[in-house]
């Protein structure tokens, strides 16, 4: 039926997992090239003093432009002074009619600062930017930031391999049996030739990989979306944005109960399955 929660989940679970496709993208790119030290470019104090040595110049060649603008209008001015004390109709005609030597290069000084000014602006950022990636280098070398480095490779190896297997679902038309997480434990204990429970510990370290995911996944959706909402949030469209976030993260859950079965073993896949209906 319509009403029926197979219908109803099927059509949220459309657009939550389009979303989670965006989101996902975007994450696979944006976190290990954030955290991963292979990705961070060689940064060094020198580096930063040139730049913002650069950066003092071009500020010392604006003020001095401008300085130069504000000397020839105070001149104008006294010398438009000198020219309107004659009174009477030729005193006004000679007033009107004379130019001001030097007055036709204020044009050209503006441009020439309008111009220093945008170079100082993309400066500014270029040094800003020197300075994130010079903390980010110093994060890097402590004991976190080689985990968050560490944890970078794996899920990027781990995403690759969740592409090249979607891949081959969708073109087989086939459904994965097993988890990657028992796959994985299977094979390395099938190469080590060591004597482990792979059904014990692999629910265990599945349930585990799963709430890392799903804590991780949920926390990057809040984070963008609330840079996109503080981008185009006001004290009128308040009400909207939090009723638009209430319903992507509706979606979103939903979208993540959906397409987690597949990392989980048979036998809980199943148990969510009853629940969800068969889609």
């Not at 650069?54 to 604006?62: A, E, F, S, V, Y």
């Not at 028992?182 to 030739?193: A, C, D, K, P, Q």
């Amino acid at each position: 039926g319509i009403l029926s929660i197979e219908q109803l989940i099927s059509r949220v679970g459309v657009i939550g997992v389009t979303l989670m496709a965006l989101l996902s993208g975007f994450g696979a790119v944006n976190c290990p090239y954030t955290y991963m030290s292979y990705f961070l470019r060689n940064v060094t104090d020198a580096d930063i003093l040139a730049l913002e040595r650069r950066l003092l110049q071009t500020m010392d060649m604006i003020v001095s432009k401008k300085k130069r603008i504000a000397v020839a209008h105070r001149t104008m001015f006294q010398r438009g002074e000198v020219h309107n004390r004659p009174t009477g109709f030729w005193g006004m005609i000679k007033s009107v009619t004379t130019s001001v030597p030097g007055s036709e290069n204020l044009s050209l000084i503006q441009q020439e600062v309008d111009a220093l000014e945008e170079l100082s602006r993309q400066l500014f950022l270029e040094t800003a930017d020197l300075h994130a990636t010079k903390e980010r280098i110093e994060y890097s070398k402590t004991f976190q930031g080689k985990y968050f480095n560490f944890m970078g490779y794996f899920f990027s190896i781990y995403c690759v391999w969740k592409i090249f297997m979607a891949t081959i679902n969708i073109v087989f038309d086939r459904v994965g049996k097993t988890d990657p997480v028992t796959r994985g434990i299977e094979i390395t204990v099938n190469y080590l030739g060591i004597q482990f429970d792979v059904k014990f510990w692999s629910q265990h370290i599945s349930f585990i990989l799963v709430g890392i995911i799903i804590v991780t996944s949920i926390r990057g959706l809040l984070i963008t979306l609330t840079k996109f909402f503080y981008a185009i949030s006001s004290s009128k469209s308040s009400n909207v944005i939090v009723l638009l976030l209430a319903q992507i993260m509706g979606m979103y859950f939903v979208s993540s109960v959906l397409l987690i079965r597949m990392s989980m073993p048979p036998e809980y896949r199943t148990i969510i399955t009853e629940v969800l209906g068969e889609l």
